[in-house]
C-alpha cells in the first residue's frame, strides 16, 4: 500500500469486489431460471443478456488481465458503475422480480461510482506509482480531491 492511503480503503475495494461478484452471480442465477420454461421472446433475450453479462462482470471482478486487456474499461470504477448501472436499467418495464435485479445492479454501480468519485487512488496498480514524483506510467497522475 501507497503512502497515505488508509487501511479502510482497501477494504472498502475488497468488500465493493465482492458485492459486484455476488450480483454478477445472482444475474446469471436469474437468467438461467429466465430460460428455463418460457416461450417469450423477449424474456429468452433478457435472460441471455443477463446471463452474458454477469458472466462479464464475474470474469471482470475476478480481475483476469487477459480479459481486463481486451475489456479495459472494467479496470476502473467508474467503468464497473456505468456498467452495473446499465445492466439495472435493462430491467425496467419488467414485472415485480425485475425490482430485485435493478437494486441488485444499481448497488454495486454506486459503490464503484463513489470509489471512483471519492477514492480513485486505491484503484491505482501500487508498482506504477512512483512515492517521489506522483506519475503513472510516466504521465502525470492528478489525484481526485486530493488537496
Request: proline share 5%.
Amino acid at each position: 500500500m501507497t503512502e497515505g492511503q488508509p487501511v479502510w480503503g482497501k477494504k472498502i475495494v475488497l468488500a465493493a469486489r465482492i458485492l459486484g461478484a455476488c450480483c454478477a452471480t445472482a444475474l446469471v442465477v436469474i437468467g438461467s431460471v429466465g430460460l428455463v420454461g418460457t416461450a417469450n421472446i423477449r424474456q429468452i433475450a433478457d435472460s441471455i443478456f443477463f446471463i452474458f453479462f454477469g458472466a462479464i462482470l464475474l470474469i471482470a471482478e475476478a480481475r483476469f488481465d487477459w480479459f481486463l486487456h481486451y475489456f479495459s474499461f472494467l479496470k476502473s470504477p467508474l467503468g464497473l458503475g456505468l456498467t452495473y448501472i446499465f445492466i439495472g436499467g435493462r430491467a425496467f418495464g419488467w414485472p415485480w422480480w425485475g425490482y430485485i435485479v435493478m437494486a441488485l445492479a444499481f448497488a454495486p454501480g454506486a459503490i464503484n461510482l463513489f470509489l471512483a468519485i471519492v477514492c480513485y487512488k486505491l484503484y491505482q496498480d501500487e508498482d506504477a506509482i512512483s512515492p517521489d514524483s506522483k506519475t503513472v506510467d510516466k504521465q502525470p497522475y492528478k489525484p481526485l480531491l486530493d488537496p
